[in-house]
């Protein structure tokens, strides 16, 4: 944090015109469209594996272009100057997360994030920069008091205003902020929101219109393909049908909204066999935050979100997913 409060601010934020132009831009498309953007959570770590890496990024791109996906999100920045370039070719952009505190690598505590901002603003592949992943859900992160945070994010932002005019900064946070969340976000060019509403996220739209007019993207929203236990409709166990009818359910509901958010980010492109167990096998289990609301259970199952599965054999959802992604073209 000591190099934030050092960096020279006072440069002017983009304006919420600013943001949409920049993303309507990033879709070839106008405000008068589906204009949102279509994004997906991509986190490719192996089986057997707990680190990310980048063997099947060129088949792992060509199914999101199938599946209609524009944009990639990163729960890490990437360094690796020619993954990015391979993205840039493929004609997809990332919307970067950094971290808070991820032992000096571009993170937040140590102000390197914007080391990583100056060296890659100018590459093509870049799209939005992300402070955070609901960070509102762990204030045992810090010190028990989320002030800390939010001074942080409120320092974060006008750090990278200071050196980059061009690309929107958000954050992804859990759900409604309050108001203090509010105000040390203010000058967000946009907000993210990871939102668990079982099948019927809806109501968001007029739950943002009483706080704020700002501009917003669903960071996060999805379900997983197991269900902890059984309901009249799905059985117990692994159930592909239920993730693509939760996820169909979703996106219909936020889609009705098109002209009234930015983006879509759906959680997830493969499965995660690191998350919550040995990495060698497809483990049930793992524990999020504020996760009562995941369909059809009220229980995430860390490592059955994607609409492909480890080998990248397309699960039901995926055709859900290509299905209205790409009507939007």
């Not at 900064?169 to 759900?175: C, F, N, P």
């Not at 990871?194 to 501009?215: H, L």
């Not at 483990?283 to 979100?305: C, Q, R």
Request: aromatic share 14%; proline share 4%.
């Amino acid at each position: 944090m000591r190099r934030i409060l050092n960096l020279v601010l006072g440069l002017s934020i983009l304006t919420a015109c600013n943001t949409r132009d920049a993303i309507e831009a990033e879709n070839n498309t106008s405000s008068d469209s589906s204009s949102y953007f279509r994004a997906i959570c991509y986190h490719p770590v192996p089986a057997g594996d707990t680190l990310r890496r980048w063997e099947t990024l060129e088949e792992d791109l060509a199914l999101m272009k199938e599946a209609g996906v524009t944009t990639i999100r990163v729960y890490v920045p990437i360094a690796d100057e020619a993954v990015l370039d391979k993205i840039a070719a493929a004609d997809m952009r990332v919307i970067t997360s950094f971290g808070y505190n991820q032992d000096s690598i571009y993170d937040i505590l140590s102000g390197s994030f914007i080391d990583y901002v100056a060296q890659f603003k100018g590459h093509p592949a870049i799209f939005l920069w992300e402070l955070g992943n609901e960070y509102n859900y762990h204030p045992e992160w810090f010190g028990d008091e989320l002030n800390n945070w939010y001074d942080a994010l409120e320092q974060a932002v006008d750090a990278i205003h200071a050196i980059d005019t061009l690309h929107p900064v958000t954050t992804a946070h859990g759900e409604i902020p309050d108001s203090l969340a509010l105000y040390k976000g203010r000058n967000l060019d946009m907000w993210g929101f990871n939102i668990y509403r079982w099948d019927v996220p809806g109501s968001f739209f007029a739950d943002w219109a009483k706080s704020s007019d700002k501009p917003f993207y669903f960071s996060e929203v999805g379900s997983d393909s197991y269900m902890t236990v059984g309901t009249d409709s799905f059985a117990q166990g692994e159930n592909q049908k239920a993730q693509a009818v939760a996820v169909a359910n979703i996106l219909d509901e936020i889609l009705a909204y098109e002209n009234r958010f930015q983006g879509i980010s759906l959680f997830s492109f493969t499965d995660g066999w690191w998350k919550a167990g040995n990495p060698n096998t497809q483990d049930v289990g793992g524990w999020a935050p504020n996760s009562s609301g995941v369909p059809y259970d009220g229980s995430p199952n860390e490592e059955y979100w994607g609409i492909v599965d480890i080998n990248r054999e397309k699960k039901e959802v995926f055709e859900v997913v290509k299905a209205r992604f790409n009507k939007a073209k």
